[in-house]
């Protein structure tokens, strides 16, 4: 066994996806281009995933000489992936803010229509949690307060401009009003 291969590093996630309850890909995000670089390939292991996880009441798996947290819900399937030596209460604490994130911004309606139609806040969610393999956050309420600032700091610049244009300059636009 090459020592190179189990000195600690940083890129801890090798991959974050979700799939619904016949294994369909709704969102994958790769953060190791060596791992599985082309589609095909990555699709082939999601269901080679999907396959050995789906019936399982586990939470974790080994497969392809990856260690896999997962967790299932209505007709969704959460996925963190990491390589065969990184310490699965790491991966698991991903899976659990990812999800109870997820759990709070689709207001406990964890479902695959929901996820579609807010999937830019999904897109952020993920984003926050790992950036290029690296565990950033792990805390669900850092997440969603970091999440909230952005979905409501965004818009606001618009109504501001549409403000300004029309001459309201006194008509300010509460914050609250956007969410």
């Known amino acids: 066994m090459d020592s190179t291969s189990l000195e600690p590093s940083l890129y801890t996630v090798k ?10 890909r709704l ?10 670089p082309s589609m095909k390939e990555q699709k082939n292991f999601e269901r080679n995933v999907f396959n050995k996880t789906h019936k399982a009441d ?20 959460f996925y963190v992936v990491g390589s065969a030596q990184e310490n699965e209460l790491m991966l698991m604490s991903v899976l659990n803010c990812l999800f109870d994130s997820l759990s709070q911004i689709l207001r406990k309606n964890v479902e695959r229509r929901c996820l579609l139609d807010n999937m830019e806040g999904v897109f952020l969610v993920v ?3 790992i950036d290029g ?21 965004e818009p606001a610049y618009g ?3 549409f403000d300004y244009i029309t001459g309201n300059l006194e008509g300010q636009t509460d914050k609250s009003q956007l969410l």
């Open 15 to 24: 991959a974050v996806f979700i799939l619904d309850n016949d294994g369909n």
């Open 58 to 77: 586990n939470e974790i798996a080994f497969l392809e000489g990856m260690t896999i947290v997962y967790k299932g819900s209505i007709d969704l399937f």
């Open 127 to 129: 984003d926050e949690i």
């Open 27 to 36: 969102l994958s995000k790769y953060y190791d281009p060596e791992l599985y």
């Open 133 to 153: 393999g690296v565990i950033l956050e792990s805390d669900p309420q850092q997440v969603l307060q970091k999440v909230s600032y952005r979905l409501m700091s």
């Open 159 to 161: 109504f501001v401009l």
